[in-house]
């Protein structure tokens, strides 16, 4: 009962979100703003996945910024670890105020790139604060999403939904290989208590 409650509430909220803060972009940014990803439900394994548009984007782009935003936790991650220029941390429920504040931060943008199934009312609230010229989604309900890529990348992995986001900003033939992190000191700590026969671990979380 509680999950169906949250269900309905959700779906309601999204009505509302798409009646108050879906508008077609009318932007005034151009092709010299920041590429920005919004991964800020991304938890590692997801992260990964992600981890290496911005050094495909800055191959063919060199000069052009790409930013992420993700939360406080993963902040270090997609800085240092995977090459955005610059990286937005905000809570994982950020207020309305917080989220206008981080539009007006990021400046100019060229390109949003958001892949979530279907927005919610926050996620439309900050793309209708963003100066954005064009965003990619895969909610191709939503009229703020302009480069609709749901239908082209129903049914698969999420990859290929990033790698045909980046193709529609013309970076063709991408390679995908995941920057995977490595944190040697993790490693020796963990090594000094593995044990040396065969060992499967399972992480349930």
Not at 63 to 68: E, F, I, N
Not at 166 to 190: A, F, H, Q, R
Request: with cysteine.
């Amino acid at each position: 009962m509680i999950k169906k409650l949250q269900s309905w509430r959700d779906i309601i909220r999204r009505k509302i979100g798409i009646v108050l803060f879906d508008r077609s972009l009318r932007s005034s940014s151009n092709e010299d703003g920041a590429i920005v990803f919004v991964r800020w439900d991304a938890k590692l394994g997801d992260a990964i996945v992600s981890s290496w548009v911005a050094r495909e984007i800055k191959k063919k782009f060199p000069g052009k910024k790409v930013v992420a935003i993700t939360t406080p936790e993963m902040r270090s991650l997609f800085k240092n670890q995977f090459l955005f220029d610059e990286v937005y941390s905000i809570p994982k429920r950020p207020s309305y105020a917080a989220l206008a504040s981080l539009a007006r931060d990021i400046g100019d943008a060229e390109y949003l790139v958001h892949l979530t199934n279907e927005m919610k009312m926050k996620d439309i609230f900050f793309i209708s604060k963003l100066s954005v010229k064009n965003v990619i989604g895969i909610d191709d309900k939503i009229k703020c999403v302009n480069i609709k890529i749901g239908h082209l990348t129903k049914n698969i992995h999420f990859l290929q939904k990033f790698a045909l986001a980046v193709n529609k900003m013309g970076v063709d033939n991408p390679d995908t290989d995941y920057i995977v992190p490595e944190y040697l000191e993790d490693e020796s700590s963990v090594k000094s208590s593995w044990p040396d026969n065969p060992t499967i671990c399972f992480n349930p979380y």
